[in-house]
């Protein structure tokens, strides 16, 4: 038996993400997850909100892949991608988008069925007014989609 989807709790999924993403915490909230697993232990999740950025449509038909984490094993990725999209056409959503960093290749996206939709530029968020920490990468990003 291979590599096969499989259901968790976005508790689980964030618990995974806390345990394993290589550099960002689990997301605060989330509107679902989804999960692959081999021989029953979980080797990757998706985490599905809605979109992050004011700039995305906020239109109640979009969402986003939040965060992917994987252990490494192959085909991963691309699973849950594509996983993530059933579910979210089941649900009703339109379009579903995420971001992954310019120096990623985007190969599990476009395996998917993924396109790339644009990029932004890295930054960071510290200001004087408000200054901050920064724990996570700030380089450049694509962004991908998939829509009906």
């Not at 993403?21 to 998706?46: C, K, S, T, Y």
């Not at 009703?92 to 069925?113: C, F, H, N, P, Q």
Request: charged letters at 20%; proline letters at 3%; a positive charge.
């Amino acid at each position: 038996m291979g590599l096969e989807v499989v259901p968790v709790t976005l508790q689980e999924a964030k618990a995974f993400v806390a345990a394993h993403h290589r550099h960002h915490q689990a997301p605060q909230g989330g509107l679902f997850a989804v999960a692959v697993a081999e021989h029953g232990a979980i080797e990757g999740v998706a985490i599905v909100g809605r979109p992050v950025s004011r700039v995305v449509q906020q239109d109640d038909y979009t969402a986003e892949v939040t965060r992917l984490c994987t252990r490494g094993h192959r085909n991963a990725c691309s699973m849950l991608y594509a996983a993530a999209w059933r579910a979210c056409r089941a649900l009703g959503y339109r379009r579903l988008g995420t971001y992954i960093l310019a120096s990623e290749s985007g190969v599990s996206l476009k395996a998917a069925g993924w396109r790339e939709v644009g990029r932004t530029t890295g930054r960071s968020w510290s200001c004087k007014s408000r200054p901050r920490v920064d724990t996570h990468p700030l380089q450049d990003k694509l962004r991908f989609e998939v829509s009906t």
